[in-house]
């Protein structure tokens, strides 16, 4: 296991459309995040799962903002009718016993 | 609220040099202070962290100082490479038992190191 895997790397998509990230995170992690970072600032804190449950949501998250984690593997991202303030990097990270997290390289999104 | 401040925006250093950059929280239920480097088109890569308990750890070049009763803490990259040329952040999570350790991140410096 290389790391955290994140698909796309790239999205363009229209404003309305529905969009979906997949990540797959460390195969002995059981902790997992999602962060979004818009240019020039620190990543933000989006959604946490525990295995499959999502234990905490942030409140940047709208209603428009999905997360699961079936069966505590991979992970996905779903954002629904999208708006150009959607535009972002999104990451998602995972972690094990440690403090430490291990960040994918993300799926930055461009609504147009 | 900006829970974690983070300075210089940005800093130019000579190889060789050294780098220096500050990060002050206000949650004091802050209790892990990592710092994440970051190449453009890529994620966030964890250079050296550090809990409270002590007030400095190195790591080869790189260096946290921690200065709890300021709730202050700093980043020192000696001898500092063209190849560290990168943006560096500052974060903070609660700990112990039942923290999500959820990371709030400082807002980022950008580091140019000039051969």
């Known amino acids: 296991d290389t790391g955290v895997s994140q698909d796309p790397r790239h999205k363009i998509t229209k404003r309305g459309q529905n969009v979906t990230f997949r990540c797959d995170p460390i195969?002995?992690?059981?902790?997992l995040y999602w962060y979004r970072q818009t240019l020039g600032q620190g990543p933000e804190f989006l959604t946490y799962?525990?295995?499959?449950?999502?234990?905490?949501k942030s409140r940047l998250l709208s209603d428009r903002f999905s997360a699961e984690r079936p069966k505590g593997s991979f992970s996905t991202l779903e954002i629904q009718r999208t708006e150009q303030g959607d535009s972002a990097m999104y990451l998602c990270?995972?972690?094990?016993?440690?403090?430490?997290?291990?960040f994918g390289s993300g799926t930055r999104l461009t609504v147009v | 609220q900006q829970q974690v401040k983070q300075s210089p925006q940005s800093l130019i250093v000579q190889k060789g040099g050294i780098s220096i950059i500050n990060c002050a929280y206000e949650?004091?239920?802050?209790?892990?202070f990592p710092w994440y480097q970051q190449f453009p088109g890529k994620g966030p890569a964890l250079l050296i962290a550090?809990?409270?308990?002590?007030s400095e750890k190195k790591e080869g070049r790189f260096t946290i100082s921690f200065n709890k009763s300021a709730k202050q803490f700093s980043l020192h990259i000696m001898d500092s490479q063209p190849g560290d040329s990168a943006t560096y952040f500052c974060?903070?999570?609660?700990?112990?038992?039942?923290?999500?350790?959820?990371?709030?991140f400082g807002k980022g410096t950008l580091l140019t190191v000039n051969p």
């Open positions: 550090i809990r409270p308990d002590v």
């Open positions: 949650n004091t239920a802050f209790d892990y």
């Open positions: 974060a903070a999570s609660p700990g112990g038992g039942g923290s999500n350790y959820k990371l709030t």
């Open positions: 799962f525990q295995n499959e449950a999502q234990l905490e």
């Open positions: 990270a995972s972690r094990g016993t440690d403090y430490g997290y291990t």
């Open positions: 195969s002995e992690h059981n902790r």
